[in-house]
């Protein structure tokens, strides 16, 4: 007997696009005689031209039983329009879905509750949803209530709710009614950190321990590593790869960093008598990453382009964290080291280790700088690269990890005594 939960082939989804035709200005007598011209010729009014949009265009996988999938894309790549075809919300267009077991999903906030009804009587609601007996539904009753922590709100019609207690209840009620397969879009962001470290510890439980199948969208790679075991890369409507979780966020990462350092529109000012090329992150292998545990050491790589010669240029990082605070700078300053061209249009390729890296798990964001000396900038790129620092498992006296805490110093301890 198969494992196969979820089989999709040949899949696509296409939206009728309408564009309209912008016109100049239009006087009182142009309006009255077009109107009276469209009653005679109905079609000459419609000015408007219409296009053909693929969300999802020819897309075939299969996902077997207990398998935690992560779905990673930019913005537009067809993430959240896959997730709501599997879940039956919208139809394709062509191609065929197989799917065995029932499923929950979390798409957004709100998603299958009735504004009128209280937190109680939707959890009964849903539960009817996905196929399931009253008496069912009670036994799961108390796990939900405990599991979403809005007992006191629990007979409050859920219109009233904040967005927060939207979300626990809805995925509360989602993972804990035993279906086969849970579908969670990046709804989970709308929570504070402590739930949505909960919520990724029961998808968790909810695959390893009952055999669950997980499907999960999410930007935050971090996040998709540590609760996913295989990946599918969506691009404009396509799948890129759909492989092993480790392998499919690097390809994906080295994906958005090629197009980063080789885009026009990135903010950056200077004389440009040195210009910065092929920017990337990587590991101590040399592969690149932008994602990074706590105590890591993390390379920054770039090539130095001298369209004049520039003796000694001064080169410099900066890390700024998610509030947009420069806090950090790694500057050339070690005498032992010294970026000498020898001819103008010289590639310089530059590597810089930071060695065990413990800032706090965020995301931050880093500048490239270089200069004829501190003050006169040849390149200056803003905001071009990010990195992702995740808890690190050798570090388990910090779970769960307290936000207050920043910046991590390296240091030596000894017991004398």
């Known amino acids: 007997m198969s494992d196969t939960v979820i089989t999709v082939e040949n899949l696509g989804k296409k939206y009728i696009i309408g564009h309209q035709k912008q016109e100049k200005y239009t006087a009182l007598r ?37 398998d935690r999938v992560g779905i990673i894309g930019r913005n537009g790549a067809g993430k959240s329009t896959l997730l709501k075809v599997l879940s039956r919300i919208t139809e394709p267009t062509k191609g065929q879905i197989k799917i065995k077991g029932r499923v929950a999903s979390l798409l957004e906030v709100g998603t299958g509750f009735h504004p009128e009804l209280t937190g109680r009587e939707n959890i009964f609601l849903n539960g009817a949803i996905l196929g399931m007996g009253k008496i069912e539904i009670k036994k799961k009753f108390d796990e939900i209530v405990a599991f979403a922590e809005v007992e006191k709100f629990l007979d409050t019609p859920v219109k009233r709710y904040s967005s927060g207690m939207y979300v626990r209840l809805a995925f509360a009620v989602a ?39 997980v499907l999960f969208v999410s930007h935050n790679m971090g996040t998709v590593q540590q609760l ?22 690097a390809k994906y990462l080295h994906f958005t960093s090629i197009e980063t350092s080789t885009q026009t529109n990135l903010k950056r000012t200077g004389n440009k008598k040195i210009i910065f090329k092929d920017f990337y992150t990587s590991d101590r292998s040399g592969k690149f990453s932008n994602i990074f545990s706590m105590g890591d050491d993390i390379y920054i790589n ?8 520039i003796k000694e240029p001064v080169v410099a990082i900066q890390i700024k964290n998610h509030l947009n605070e420069q806090f950090a700078h790694l500057i050339n300053l070690d005498d032992d080291f010294h970026i000498k061209p020898i001819n103008k249009g010289d590639f310089n390729q530059i590597k810089v280790k930071i060695p065990k890296v413990f800032l706090s798990p965020s995301q931050y964001i880093l500048e490239l700088w270089v200069g004829e000396n501190m003050n006169i900038a040849c390149d200056y790129i803003y905001d071009c690269m990010s990195i992702e620092i995740i808890q690190s498992n050798k570090i388990k006296r910090l779970t769960p990890y307290p936000s207050h805490l920043k910046i991590f110093l390296n240091s030596e301890w000894e017991q004398i005594a």
């Open 302 to 309: 770039f090539t130095l382009y001298f369209q004049e010669i």
């Open 30 to 66: 142009d309006v009255i005689t077009n109107g009276v011209k469209s009653i005679f010729t109905p079609n000459s009014q419609n000015q408007n031209s219409q296009e053909e949009f693929w969300a999802l265009n020819d897309i075939s996988f299969e996902i077997k039983q207990g």
């Open 228 to 249: 996913c075991t295989s990946s599918i890369f969506l691009d404009r409507g396509q799948v890129v790869t759909f492989d092993n979780v480790e392998q499919v966020v």
């Open 175 to 213: 993972a804990h009614l035993e279906p086969e397969i849970l579908v969670v879009d990046e709804v989970l962001a709308v929570g504070d950190a402590a739930f949505q470290k909960k919520c990724l510890g029961k998808m968790q439980d909810v695959a390893n321990k009952e055999g669950k199948t």
